[in-house]
């Protein structure tokens, strides 16, 4: 679909909708589609494309600047080096081959390697720096490791406009410009922070105390709608309480079963966790959308993995699972196994040396053979009773 439509005077939008894209990087659910932003900012001297878009939708970027009658572009910024956002980079440059390519060092890098773009096409930018239009100034915010190390935000002073590239953004295709069903967002926005920016929460943290002192209209990331006047603090003030160490009193139950003594046991414990008053989560790994457990991953304080035992380890979805959540790196504070094994199990210790990146307290697995009996049922209420008591304490400890 090619659209361009206008931001504020002489601010365009000129990116790419994707409505049919289910699987991104071959890994991650993609629900609701996803679209590539583009933003052409043109001042009364100078103009300047913010991003481009994935290189299957080049040709919407150019009908959209060829509807706009762009004429010359002079500078082409990349906030970010990867595909998605560069990959039509060189068929710009084509187009346009007065434009030069503004980047962090490391961008510079990354896309001569990734788009073999000669060397004198770019213009090296340091963090803070800034880039005249005439009357548009282009400020340039260095934010290595949201998500990747070469990333930077692009500021535009007198439209108060913050273009955030990954940052803030949502894997949502609609025909919004702006966010109008706030609630539709959220969710989006959530799920792409689960999958993509959760690893590096802290960093994250950190920059959104760097932008705090920013006056901003709008944030127009690349991915999903664009967060216009009083929409902007529904993404930060989500940002700041997904990146801060506060957890809920909620338990992710990602389990798999093959013969019912697995989910007997998980069954039970669920039960017990609600009656003790405490938010369940729970994940059948035979079939899942790894986003929802991503996502449910974002404010829980405990997981407990339920899993059968396959040739003395865990079943090989539930290894899947536990490297997930590895690799995110939620802010758990306590983790839990429960499981089933028929002649032999060392499934505790495999799980356990899986996830070395969760910083978690690792409390009493309740792993039995056969079927669970009474006292396997008990040992199911004693893990209920202290992961209540260890929540409580973290409440406490959190005032």
């Known amino acids: 679909m090619s659209l361009r439509r206008e931001l504020k005077p002489n601010i365009y939008a000129v990116g790419a909708i994707d409505w049919d894209r289910r699987l991104f990087d071959e890994l991650i659910p993609l629900p609701d589609g996803t679209s590539y932003n583009a933003y052409l900012v043109k001042g009364i001297e100078k103009t300047a494309l913010i991003d481009t878009v994935d290189p299957t939708m080049t040709d919407v970027l150019v009908k959209n600047l060829e509807k706009l009658g762009t004429g010359d572009i002079d500078y082409v910024i990349a906030n970010h080096a990867e595909q998605d956002h560069s990959g039509a980079l060189p068929k710009i440059l084509d187009l346009y081959p007065s434009a030069k390519v503004v980047c962090t060092p490391k961008c510079k890098d990354l896309l001569m390697d990734l788009l073999l773009i000669p060397e004198d096409k770019f213009i090296t930018v340091a963090d803070g720096e800034t880039l005249s239009l005439g009357d548009k100034t282009l400020e340039f915010i260095h934010a290595p490791w949201v998500h990747w190390p070469e990333t930077m935000l692009t500021y535009l002073r ?91 009193n909620e338990v992710v139950i990602p389990y798999i079963s093959m013969h019912g003594s697995t989910k007997k046991m998980i069954d039970y414990f669920a039960e017990a966790l609600i009656e003790r008053g405490i938010t369940v989560k729970k994940f059948n790994l035979s079939g899942i959308d790894i986003g929802k457990l991503a996502m449910a991953l974002v404010d829980a304080a405990t997981v407990v993995i339920g899993s059968p035992t396959v040739l003395v380890g865990p079943h090989p979805k539930v290894v899947y699972a536990a490297c997930l959540a590895n690799a995110l790196r939620p802010k758990l504070r306590f983790a839990s196994i429960i499981g089933s094994y028929g002649w032999g199990s060392r499934m505790v210790e495999q799980l356990s040396g899986m996830m070395p990146n969760l910083k978690v307290e690792l409390l009493d697995p309740v792993v039995i053979k056969g079927v669970p009996s009474e006292a396997d049922f008990k040992a199911l209420d004693r893990l209920a009773d202290e992961i209540v008591n260890k929540h409580k304490e973290q409440s406490d400890k959190n005032g």
């Open 158 to 248: 007198e439209d108060k406009i913050l273009f955030t590239c990954d940052f803030l953004g949502s894997h949502l295709a609609t025909s919004d410009l702006f966010v109008t069903d706030e609630a539709t967002v959220y969710e989006a926005a959530k799920r792409y922070y689960a999958e993509i920016m959760m690893p590096f929460r802290i960093t994250i943290r950190k920059n959104l105390a760097r932008i705090s002192d920013l006056e901003i209209d709008m944030i127009a990331p690349s991915h999903g709608p664009v967060y216009n006047y009083n929409t902007p603090d529904i993404i930060l003030n989500a940002y700041r309480d997904w990146t801060s160490d506060d957890v809920k």
